[in-house]
């Protein structure tokens, strides 16, 4: 293994930033990746009295994304975070010192990513009350590929709501698989699920497309995002307000 320093502090490390490739030991590559999923989740909804719904499925970028909110959470424990767990899953171990989580069984959801959109917002994001979420945990690679999937199958209000409903939100969806199997090494996290939406069919072969793309160009994945984000906007749902 090729030892590498920390390009904020010259310590020696094994971890690689995915996006930038620079090298971050432990301490910034934690302080990163806390960073990245709080920028995704910032929004005027989400205030000190918010409740999260985290969607839980047993795949390790949905045990991360449950750990890392407790981890944000925990110098000044505020928000409700509510984990709608499949039925049967178990959400230990994780650390649950300073952190109250409530647990609300859900139906095992479709693994055909449209199917398993349409519930969720049915079922978890239309009943939401002001100032309530819903978090999925898709990473990047998953959330690129399902925005160009739900184009391409001309789904275009799944598409709409996935990347501009105002009360549901992809904290992970700036990190790439890797830094999700980096961060679960760190915290001794493991599932034997790896991903969160099943890779069959069309979706798997976009995603295959994606990951060569991303080999040379990891930027592109975010581009991907910004150009549909740029496209729909908040204001596409006025109504739901
Ligand atoms: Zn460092």
Redesign the pocket.
């Known amino acids: 293994m090729t030892l590498l320093k920390?390009v904020?502090?010259q310590?020696t490390t094994q971890f690689t930033w995915t996006l930038t490739s620079e090298p971050?030991?432990r301490?910034?590559f934690l302080k990163r990746f806390y960073d990245n999923i709080k920028v995704l989740l910032s929004s005027p909804v989400l205030t000190p009295t918010s409740t999260i719904k985290i969607v839980f499925n047993g795949s390790l970028a949905s045990k991360v994304l449950l750990h890392a909110i407790c981890e944000i959470e925990k110098p000044f424990p505020s928000v409700r975070i509510v984990v709608l767990k499949e039925e049967g899953l178990d959400v230990d171990p994780l650390p649950r010192d300073r952190i109250l989580l409530e647990e609300e069984n859900i139906p095992k959801l479709p693994s055909e990513l449209f199917e398993m959109m349409e519930q969720i917002f049915i079922k978890y994001v239309l009943p939401l009350k002001k100032s309530e979420l819903v978090l999925l945990p898709l990473t990047i690679e998953e959330y690129a590929a399902a925005l160009i999937y739900l184009l391409l199958n001309k789904k275009y209000n799944t598409l709409k709501y996935m990347v501009a409903h105002p009360k549901l939100r992809f904290p992970l969806a700036g990190l790439f698989l890797n830094d999700i199997i980096n961060y679960a090494k760190i915290m001794g996290i493991s599932s034997k699920k790896y991903f969160t939406v099943e890779r069959k069919g069309l979706f798997k072969w976009i995603l295959y497309l994606l990951e060569k793309s991303f080999e040379t160009s990891p930027t592109s994945l975010h581009s991907i995002r910004s150009f549909f984000e740029n496209i729909f906007t908040e204001s596409t749902f006025s109504n739901y307000a």
């Open positions: 920390c904020k502090c310590r971050l030991c301490r910034h």
